[in-house]
């Protein structure tokens, strides 16, 4: 009769740890042992929550439209974009498609052009006459060198959010605010210390000091930028250092802003002084509204919204902050269904009615726009039509060139501002300093290994 | 003669071998777990990126810049910082604190030690939360008490306040965890001795300085050690409770500055970099450390 070589009471310290071997023997067996399940697999990196949530309700649809396919969401949350660089960067392990956030996507842009990870979807939107569909300049944030590597979530234009019952009770009607000359006169009269102890009570607006949002805003709204389409740093020109200049004066000069409270502007410090009264206006893209709405629900109807005031009469209303992409990795092993799932996530009408309702989030595909929703009027601002606002705005928004010292130079940037508005170094010498570091950085690079 | 079985003689070379297999997974893992990212971080640290597929020899070219580096040595002087605070501020309090619950005269000392030890068991992230609400510049526990001497402080909005925070957060995290190794010491201290001292006249502070502190000497090299390593790597408190370090990197530290550098600007070459000098700052200071604390003298 066969035996095997081993039994339980002969086994190195007897029955557990023979128990033990065995079950990690069976469970390696169904680890390396499982397989794929039948069908197409596409898998789909995504770091929102919201994100998530929508796609997570209407991949279902995709799948029986689809037959077949099998769609595997994985929601990684902030460390999504560190996971998807370590997976690039050992060539394997990536997902089909994948999300990247804004400030992300610089990274994954350094070294040659070609070897890139994500595929240029140029070819696809035109063969199929997608790009005069969507906001053009939506697509320079997510191209770099003529390719286009990832699709446009979103648009995220920005708006002037206001304390319309202070400004009033301060004398000011903001919708006769046109230019941000207007808005230091109607600051001016609103940023008051109400009860006579010498401290400001109310600010006429909240900025962001510690990092590039609202400086970077206000630049691109004035058509300069960090990066031009080149490449070249042009963060030290003209149009930078007065827009920085005006920016600090905000603070210093006109003493109508306030540094933002906590660490940004969704911080639960910066809502608590908003409730008190102390924040009259915020510079606000439109998922800002989102969160607005489920953080602080109970201040319903004391926002309203007004373009951007424009730097000359007549000037751009509104810029842009913040987006995500949809790219498709080149480690993609079903290029033409990752890309049918991608135009049903991103192009599809009723989803993106859906996308909104629950963000406020509007959406890049222009034929969307007419969908009754966006005109419906929205509570939270007193019934005033949100949706059409932003929309009416979209067509406005500025250009934001992408590059891979992003990271590196808004790092700076962040360090820059701060020492601008702290009057530790004047805007031009801080800006001056700072686009030489960064040019210094990329001449470095270039040394080491020519131009890419 | 009776013969053993097959299933025994399988087991015949089991005295030779199994020794090199129990210790065996160790080894496994260690060389792929660290020797391997040991050695492949060493050889890093003298090449740079470029791009996702290939990289570049630079030799000591990242360790000239790094020292260059004014960030790097603004993330040095916060780490310092907050290694200066831990060992002056949180150790002092842990030693108080094990004294007090070594005394006969506290009551409910099980409620307290678990009280005190009981921050340790919350993770880094959820530590960092829960503070950001405490230094919550309006509505803050902090700002709640401190508001009255007419100032609304911005803990982690000015750069002078933010370290000061995060060695405060640090206290509050740490101290209950290095009680407990400071009390287990005391309580291996023999009676004896203090009654040796109690016969020779020594007062508490005099069997403190000269019977406390001498048998306790290991035991505080120990926490020294550890504590200092432990602040040296500090990354996750200042990363969430400083949303990245700012404003004006002052809440950067080293192990924060590789992690942007490595992950953030694609630059694994220079991260490896700070990662060496990290490892060759610990290493000294911890030598030190030792040497100063009579560790390594011959008893």
Known sequence: MFRLPIDAESF???????????????????????????????EFWIFANTHY????????????????????????????????????????????????????????????????????????????????????????????????????????????????????????????????????????KATRDLDGDGEIDQYAIVLDRRTESDYFSLLLQQGGGFFDEEGNVIIDSELAIETLEFFTALFNEHEIATPVYGTWHGDPSNFAAMQDGKILSILSPDWYVGILKSQVPQMSGKWKAIPMPAWHPGGRRTTTRGGTMIGMTTQCTNPDKAWELLKFTYFDRPGLVNRY?????????????????????????????????????????PPRYQNPYWSEGADLLNDAIFAAVTEKQTPRAALTELAEKVRALIAKDQGRWGEL | MKTKPTTYRFWNQQQKIAPYLFIAPFYILFVVFMGYPLISSLVMSLYEMRGFQ?????????????????????????TAYFAAGTLTLQLPIALLLAILLNSKFVRGKNILRLAFFAPV???????????????????????EEFIFFGKEIGWLNEENYVMPAVILTGVWQWAG????????????????????AAVDGANWWQAFLHVTLPSLRPVIAFVFVVSMIGSLQLFDLPYILTNGGEPADAGSTIVMYLYKNGFQFMRLGYAATIGWVLFFIIAVISIVQLKLLGIFRDE
Not at chain 1, 382 to 392: A, H, N
């Open chain 1, 12 to 42: 190195p310290l007897g029955k557990g740890p023979m128990v033990m071997l065995v079950l990690f023997l069976v469970s390696t067996l169904f680890i390396f042992g499982r397989s794929e399940e039948a069908g197409e697999n596409l």
């Open chain 1, 53 to 188: 949530e929508e796609y997570q309700a209407r991949v279902p649809i995709f799948e029986a439209q689809n037959p077949g396919v099998n769609v595997q969401l994985i929601n990684f949350g902030n460390t999504m974009h560190d996971k998807l660089l370590a997976a690039m960067l050992s060539n394997f392990g990536a997902p089909d498609l994948v999300e990247v956030e804004i400030t992300s996507i610089g990274r994954f842009l350094k070294g040659a052009i070609d070897e890139v990870g994500f595929v240029d979807l140029r070819p696809r939107l035109e063969s199929e006459g997608w790009m005069e569909k969507l906001v053009v300049s939506r697509f320079t944030p997510w191209s770099y060198r003529g390719k286009i590597f990832g699709i446009p979530h979103d648009l995220h234009p920005v708006v002037l959010l206001y304390r319309d019952d202070l400004f009033k009770a301060a004398g000011v009607e903001m919708t006769e605010v046109e230019t941000w000359d207007d808005f230091i006169v109607a600051g001016k």
């Open chain 1, 357 to 397: 309702e629950t963000t406020r989030i509007i959406p890049p595909l222009k034929s969307a726009w007419d969908a009754p929703i966006f005109k419906e009027p929205d509570p939270y601002l007193g019934g005033q039509p949100l949706g059409d606002l932003f929309i009416e705005l979209a067509p406005d928004l």
């Open chain 2, 54 to 78: 290939s990289r570049i020899f630079v030799g000591i070219g990242n360790f000239v810049d790094l020292f260059r580096d004014p960030i790097f040595w603004k993330s040095l002087r916060n």
């Open chain 2, 121 to 143: 068991l919350v993770a880094g992230v959820f530590v960092a939360i829960i503070f950001n609400l405490v230094y919550d510049q309006r509505a803050g526990l902090v700002n």
């Open chain 2, 177 to 196: 965890f290095n009680m407990i190794y400071f009390l287990a010491g005391l309580q291996g201290i023999r009676q004896e001795l203090y009654e040796a």
